[in-house]
């Protein structure tokens, strides 16, 4: 299967082409990624990268059989717009779609990384709590053990204390004994591999733990 994977819902905002059933050894699956800090994508755009990361794989778009998305939690807006690009595709294409946790991509990641034991996935959620997520990890695998949920720093300093170590995007901003991770569209592809509940895109929602609310100005 191709895949085209979008994560945005970090600073680091990445497009890969992911493609599995390749021939020789090592090659089972291969990935082909784009990226850019978000700072940069007004310049740049979304499809600029999907355009760069199509080229290195030489593929066109026609090619593609599946777009998979980073669905959070993390910037509402990045993940809007990676929602959005899908849709698009979708309506324009007839592909499948698949919506992925942004926790399980870091967890991933983080395992890729050779992190092992009890790590605790922390995401900025702003209004000074967090979004938190326990995980062990072995050099094998990766399974949840605390399911996504809102936590306050306090929560977050707990886990550390308690052993865990604490991966994401923004822990150099609050735990500096904690290690960045950021969530890769590479690794968003090759999780999308093994999935098979594809979604339309109307059914496809960014994954947030409290309801989205807007305050009217007089």
């Known amino acids: 299967?191709?895949?085209?994977?979008?994560?945005?819902?970090?600073?680091?905002?990445?497009?890969a082409v992911v493609q599995d059933g390749l021939a020789g050894p090592g090659e089972a699956v291969?990935?082909?990624?784009?990226?850019?800090?978000?700072?940069?994508q007004p310049s740049r755009g979304a499809l600029g990268m999907v355009g760069e990361a199509l080229a290195k794989a030489r593929l066109e778009r026609e090619a593609i059989e599946c777009v998979a998305v980073g669905i959070g939690p993390g910037s509402y807006t990045g993940i809007r717009a990676a929602i959005a690009?899908?849709?698009?595709?979708q309506l324009a294409r007839g592909v499948r779609l698949l919506g992925i946790g942004s926790a399980e991509c870091l967890a991933a990641q983080a395992q890729a990384e050779g992190l092992v034991g009890r790590v605790e996935v922390v995401i900025d959620a702003q209004r000074g709590e967090f979004y938190?997520?326990?995980?062990?990890?072995?050099?094998?695998?990766?399974?949840?053990t605390e399911p996504l949920r809102l936590g306050t720093l306090a929560q977050a300093q707990e886990r550390?204390?308690?052993?865990?170590?604490?991966?994401?995007p923004d822990t150099a901003r609050r735990f500096?004994?904690?290690r960045v991770v950021f969530p890769s569209a590479a690794m968003l592809g090759r999780l999308a591999l093994g999935r098979s509940d594809f979604i339309s895109g109307e059914e496809m929602q960014p994954l947030y733990l409290r309801p989205t609310g807007f305050i009217k100005q007089k």
Do not use: T
């Open 160 to 168: 550390q204390s308690a052993g865990c170590a604490l991966v994401g």
């Open 132 to 144: 938190l997520a326990g995980y062990e990890i072995s050099g094998g695998g990766w399974r949840e």
């Open 30 to 40: 291969r990935a082909w990624e784009s990226s850019s800090e978000a700072a940069d």
């Open 176 to 178: 500096p004994q904690g």
């Open 1 to 15: 299967m191709k895949i085209l994977a979008v994560e945005f819902s970090s600073a680091r905002r990445s497009v």
């Open 85 to 89: 690009l899908a849709q698009g595709w």
